[in-house]
Nanobody, 120 residues
């Protein structure tokens, strides 16, 4: 599976962005999907994950209630809707395909990342 993340940009605190993850190659619907992020000088952290069907979702405590993960298997695309953004959400966001979990080792395929910058 090849993944292409997009939708990042500069936004003021309190604003919203929607990230997209377009998949090609192997059948996207066979895999769970996750979003991770890496802030400058920090490790890559789990953000959210969704099962292959979209029926089960997982969130990091830091984004619960603000971010929503979803997918459209007919379009081979996953999404991360980010609301009420905070400066601490600033990071490069990566989408990944694999077993839906909080652990990056469970994901086999990774996109290239898209930068989200939240100004205060």
């Amino acid at each position: 599976v090849q993944l292409q993340a997009s939708g990042g940009g500069l936004v003021q605190a309190g604003g919203s962005l929607r990230l997209s993850c377009a998949a090609s190659g192997r059948t996207f619907s066979n895999y769970g999907m996750g979003w991770f992020r890496q802030a400058p000088g920090k490790e890559r952290d789990f953000v959210a994950a969704v099962s292959w069907s979209g029926g089960t979702t997982y969130y990091a405590d830091s984004v619960k209630g603000r971010f929503t993960i979803s997918r459209d298997n007919a379009k081979n695309t996953g999404y991360l809707q980010m609301n009420s953004l905070k400066p601490e959400d600033t990071a490069v966001y990566y989408c990944a395909a694999g077993a839906p979990s909080r652990y990056s080792d469970d994901y086999r395929y990774w996109g290239q990342g898209t930068l989200v910058t939240v100004s205060s």
